[in-house]
């Protein structure tokens, strides 16, 4: 059974709510001001009783960087505040207000489990600040080739949609154990695996390690590449590290691998630096996305639906 080193970190934060009651008039002099504040009793001031933030996850992420920029570039988040936790963090709060029906906005990203249990949407952003649709790639250590050509055509051949990835994280997002979420995804599509593998060898316990930024997606893939290399014969590893150190372990050739660079934008910096010193091996998964997201039951469909807080 292959290692696996993996802590949640999960806080519980209320948002309150501010109910404004509005007296209407009841003489006939008054009834436009009547007909004016009827048409105003559906404008509920979303971002006030967010109290002017974004729930967001740790710091140093692209999406967190993306938010931060759009209290810039838009005047509706003018005087904004991005709050930064966790990941785990960020679901937590994002689960209570939707089981309160409470406004709320998060940093968000796609493929999530969050998109299959709750009903949601992203904010749309005409400024562009969160830029286009990414994919997330393959980055593996110079001399992998060479030393393990199976593992090396493994993750090379690794490819498949959102909804795949989806199906592992909400199976560990309902508290199936990653590893378990994993096998059982694998034996329930055997023919993509199939594709993945085809005409490799097996191998006799070779010791590989992936590693991974602890976030739901890669926790899902990591774990899922993981089980189809540990089938073919390879005792992995997976190891959690943040960000950064995930790409210099690559890059310096302490770690074999990763099935998590987000790009251009998530991972963008970090690729810039370290790309002379590991090889790409291309997408693994495509149509991925970053934004701000709120619950479906919001009133609002654009960043400049927002109200500014000064």
């Known amino acids: 059974m292959f290692k696996f080193s993996w802590k ?16 209407c008039g009841s003489d ?8 004016k504040s009827s048409d105003n009793s559906d404008d509920v001031n979303y971002s006030e009783e967010m109290d002017y933030s974004v729930t967001a996850i740790e710091p140093g992420a692209g999406v967190v960087q993306a938010a931060e920029d759009a209290t810039e570039d838009y ?20 689960g209570e207000a939707i089981k309160n029906e409470e406004p709320i906005v998060v940093t968000g990203w796609s493929p999530h489990w969050k998109f299959a249990k709750y009903d949601l ?18 980055m593996v250590r110079e001399g992998l080739e060479e ?27 309902d508290g199936a154990d990653p590893e378990e979420a994993a096998t059982e995804w694998i034996e329930e599509n055997e023919d993509k695996v199939a594709e993945w593998t085809e005409g490799v060898d097996e191998v006799d316990g070779e010791d590989i390690e992936l590693v991974y930024v602890e ?13 189809v290399l540990e089938d073919l014969g390879y005792n992995v590893k997976v190891s959690p590290l943040d960000n950064a150190v995930m790409w210099q372990a690559v890059a310096n050739g302490e770690a074999d691998g990763m099935v998590a660079a987000w790009l251009p934008a998530t991972h963008g910096e970090l ?40």
């Open 121 to 138: 949407k992203y904010l749309e952003d005409p400024e562009g600040t969160f830029g286009e649709a990414e994919t997330i790639d393959t």
């Open 28 to 35: 006939d002099n008054d009834s436009a001001t009547d007909d």
């Open 147 to 173: 030393d393990m050509p199976e593992a090396y055509e493994v993750l090379d051949n690794f490819n498949w949609t959102p909804d795949d990835l989806e199906d592992v994280m909400l199976e560990i997002s």
């Open 215 to 227: 976030w739901d997606t890669e926790i899902g893939s990591t774990n899922v590449i993981g089980k």
């Open 8 to 23: 949640r970190l999960g806080i519980a934060a209320g948002l309150s709510l501010s109910l404004v009651a509005a007296g």
């Open 271 to 310: 690729y810039e630096e370290y790309k002379d010193d590991l090889v790409e091996l291309g997408p693994n998964l495509e149509g991925a996305k970053i934004g701000v997201v709120v619950p479906e039951y919001l009133d609002i469909d654009s960043i400049e639906d927002l109200e500014s807080a000064n």
């Open 75 to 94: 005047d509706s988040m003018e005087g904004w505040e991005v709050q930064t936790s966790s990941s785990g963090a960020m679901a937590t709060e994002l």
